[in-house]
């Protein structure tokens, strides 16, 4: 079955946001073995929906569209769907007295009540726009709300809709692997060997700030894990599993099985390090928290960076991080520590510190810490990004296998 | 003239990441005057490529394409451009000299200097691909690395190049608002009555949290400065401007415009709020730090909240928040503070405090605080980012109307 999604919006064409709709709609069918084949982004438009689904439904189709249902002037999904399939649009009234007790004087009630005549409704927990279902002869059309929470809380009722609408005949094998401190043109030269032997196993890699994620999809449960065997043997110490293959979910569910805690002084990184814990539940069962000592003095007050260390090797220097470690060490007395310090640019640059030069500092108490010299390119966001991947990396090595 | 913009992708459609890509280049365009009308993700595929530009190019058009480029195994965009458009490829001697002097001992190089013969370069600064336009009889189509950080870095040459190429009639003026601790049942009322009113004058409403992003264009500057004005007053002490209509860049540019310092305290959102300020560049004029005191023990270490607070009130409450505050300006004296502990979920929700529950502490050295109980919906992620733009929302509203 042909599966395509359709984001309706001009805010999407306009670059205000990317379509994350489409990434987490793909990345749950993805996990169920469904496949989609295409994404597409049209305009608020009643002429370019109708002409998009037309095209796609030469061949039987499952479509999801995603916006333009709520209750403002360039919200135009029903409408164009009521055009162009000549479909009549009809105020569910149990619809629009539950929406009257929830949302208590909105004028646009009414609007929002107003369903397809003959769809199967989906509930929308958070705002008032419900998802709907139309079955055609040649297939489904879902609609669902364009606001990234109110779909994502819908999404659980439209996955179990289509795996009772659909059967897959076999559902496959999906295993992933995170290579850590590696790139391309490394890890390429063993998954072409390994694609050649196992054809029945499809290969993705895909390059994460020098990590590299592998997803191996195959019908065949043994051949796949033969292939997994052997891309653990070709880099001993540097692979972990995840279900999302990000080291991040790694160093999460290791530290939760080890019963370690963590804390963190981060500078350059400005508190998206501690953000990739936090924002996983149950983090707070290790997570302690981390200073983000941004200015310098904060470093000294805070952490306890001598004047002296902060004046002769600046902030961005080994010396500096080892006392931001120590400091941390001493303030929280957590179990691991990781201390960052860079300049992620785009000024403030130095010769022996060009924009990009980040050291990493990783410890665990009473242990002597690791602190590298790390550069990174590209712009802040990425050498801000690539920092972190490596700082967790270097982290993820030392609990799992340098550690007593 | 019809732009289009194609990422070629198995990781796009298997939801391992969002497009951003897309979102980047229809960003740039959109802030020359130039307007993108469809996004497009498809697979790995050469017969998929083809059909698509196939159908594009039945009327004159520019194709951005995206990804398929780098040496691995699931790239085959060059050789889908070959097969479907009869084009040669040849090795670019200068191009492959050069990567062998930055990418020495990588064993791919000959394979990414082959470029499309009669095509014009992009020089890629991070990376092995070049990018690589080719002019057709209906049109151009322009081949882009997927990698992000070497996408952003070429944009500047392919805009540029657009520029150069395609010359807008009238290059529309945009202006942008954002109105906070809004919604759109609110403003779509007034925006509906100035839309009757000024026809001339598109508009564009995105919710965001309980703010809303506005966005005007007109090829009338006067009518459209004349419909800003309008917007003003209907939201008094409400409103703020920016390029991109963020509330965190509003902040930080009165930030900068006031010469005060901030620094925060922060339990649910984790980090993240300290990120909204330090991704910008020249954050550190303003920013001194970021407390993250996750844990209780922190709460009390690092902050200098009682422990019989904690116990009678609890770390969700406004006692705590209050007390952060405190700590905040005693360890850090910043000018301004803000505090946050909620609860986030999915667990940890009880009777008095359920899931979405985040006290908010907005103040400045010396003057009472403001301490808001506030409730925000959906999951762990959309709460956390609900309550960032809330907090922000205070801050700017305190710092801009309420501070002598």
Redesign the interface.
């Given at each position: 079955m042909n599966i395509e999604i359709i984001a309706i919006g001009?805010?999407?064409?306009?670059?205000?946001?990317?379509?994350?709709n489409?990434?987490?709609?793909?990345?749950?069918?993805?996990s169920k073995g469904y496949?989609?084949?295409?994404?597409?982004?049209?305009?608020d438009s009643v002429d370019c929906l109708a002409t998009l689904i037309g095209e796609i439904f030469i061949e039987p189709s499952l479509v999801i569209c995603t916006g333009g249902l709520?209750?403002?002037?360039?919200d135009l999904t029903k409408k164009a769907m009521q055009k162009s399939f000549d479909l009549e649009l009809e105020v569910d009234q149990n619809l629009l007295k539950d929406l009257e007790v929830r949302?208590p004087g909105?004028?646009?009630l009414e609007n929002q009540a107003t369903v397809i005549k003959g769809s199967h409704l989906i509930e929308n927990k958070?705002g008032t726009a419900p998802g709907m279902i139309y079955t055609f002869a040649k297939g489904k059309v879902i609609l669902l709300p364009g606001?990234?929470?109110e779909l994502?809380?819908m999404l659980g009722d439209v996955l179990a809709f289509i795996e009772s609408s659909y059967t897959l005949s076999s559902v496959p094998f999906v295993r992933s692997l995170g290579v850590i401190l590696s790139n391309?043109?490394e890890v390429?030269?063993i998954?072409?060997g390994l694609?050649e032997k196992h054809s029945g196993v499809e290969?993705?890699?895909?390059?994460n700030f020098g990590n590299i994620?592998l997803?191996m999809t195959s019908l065949d449960e043994k051949e796949l894990e033969e292939v997994v065997r052997k891309i653990l043997l070709a880099f001993p110490r540097r692979t972990f599993f995840s279900e999302n293959t990000r080291i991040e979910e790694a160093v999460h569910s290791l530290l939760i099985e080890r019963g370690k805690s963590l804390?963190?002084a981060?500078s350059?990184?400005?508190?998206?390090?501690?953000?990739c814990?936090?924002?996983q539940?149950d983090?707070?069962k290790y997570?302690?928290?981390?200073?983000?000592?941004?200015?310098n003095?904060?470093k000294q007050?805070?952490l306890g960076v001598e004047e002296d260390t902060l004046e002769k090797f600046g902030a961005v220097s080994s010396q500096t991080v080892s006392q931001m470690l120590q400091g941390l060490f001493e303030?929280?007395d957590s179990d691991y520590g990781v201390a960052i310090s860079g300049t992620a640019?785009?000024?403030?640059g130095t010769e022996n510190t060009p924009v990009g030069t980040v050291f990493i500092g990783v410890g665990k108490k009473g242990e002597e810490p690791i602190v590298q010299k790390t550069f990174h390119?590209?712009?802040?966001?990425?050498v801000?990004e690539s920092t972190i991947i490596r700082a967790l990396s270097v982290l993820y090595q030392k609990i799992k296998y340098e550690s007593s």
């Amino acid at each position: 079955m042909n599966i395509e999604i359709i984001a309706i919006g001009d805010e999407l064409l306009a670059g205000k946001t990317a379509n994350t709709n489409a990434k987490l709609i793909s990345e749950k069918l993805y996990s169920k073995g469904y496949r989609v084949n295409k994404h597409h982004v049209i305009k608020d438009s009643v002429d370019c929906l109708a002409t998009l689904i037309g095209e796609i439904f030469i061949e039987p189709s499952l479509v999801i569209c995603t916006g333009g249902l709520g209750p403002t002037i360039d919200d135009l999904t029903k409408k164009a769907m009521q055009k162009s399939f000549d479909l009549e649009l009809e105020v569910d009234q149990n619809l629009l007295k539950d929406l009257e007790v929830r949302f208590p004087g909105q004028s646009t009630l009414e609007n929002q009540a107003t369903v397809i005549k003959g769809s199967h409704l989906i509930e929308n927990k958070l705002g008032t726009a419900p998802g709907m279902i139309y079955t055609f002869a040649k297939g489904k059309v879902i609609l669902l709300p364009g606001v990234p929470s109110e779909l994502e809380a819908m999404l659980g009722d439209v996955l179990a809709f289509i795996e009772s609408s659909y059967t897959l005949s076999s559902v496959p094998f999906v295993r992933s692997l995170g290579v850590i401190l590696s790139n391309e043109p490394e890890v390429d030269p063993i998954i072409r060997g390994l694609q050649e032997k196992h054809s029945g196993v499809e290969f993705g890699i895909y390059p994460n700030f020098g990590n590299i994620s592998l997803s191996m999809t195959s019908l065949d449960e043994k051949e796949l894990e033969e292939v997994v065997r052997k891309i653990l043997l070709a880099f001993p110490r540097r692979t972990f599993f995840s279900e999302n293959t990000r080291i991040e979910e790694a160093v999460h569910s290791l530290l939760i099985e080890r019963g370690k805690s963590l804390a963190l002084a981060e500078s350059c990184s400005g508190g998206l390090l501690a953000s990739c814990f936090t924002k996983q539940p149950d983090s707070s069962k290790y997570f302690m928290g981390s200073i983000v000592s941004y200015s310098n003095e904060l470093k000294q007050k805070l952490l306890g960076v001598e004047e002296d260390t902060l004046e002769k090797f600046g902030a961005v220097s080994s010396q500096t991080v080892s006392q931001m470690l120590q400091g941390l060490f001493e303030k929280t007395d957590s179990d691991y520590g990781v201390a960052i310090s860079g300049t992620a640019g785009p000024s403030g640059g130095t010769e022996n510190t060009p924009v990009g030069t980040v050291f990493i500092g990783v410890g665990k108490k009473g242990e002597e810490p690791i602190v590298q010299k790390t550069f990174h390119r590209g712009n802040r966001a990425r050498v801000t990004e690539s920092t972190i991947i490596r700082a967790l990396s270097v982290l993820y090595q030392k609990i799992k296998y340098e550690s007593s």
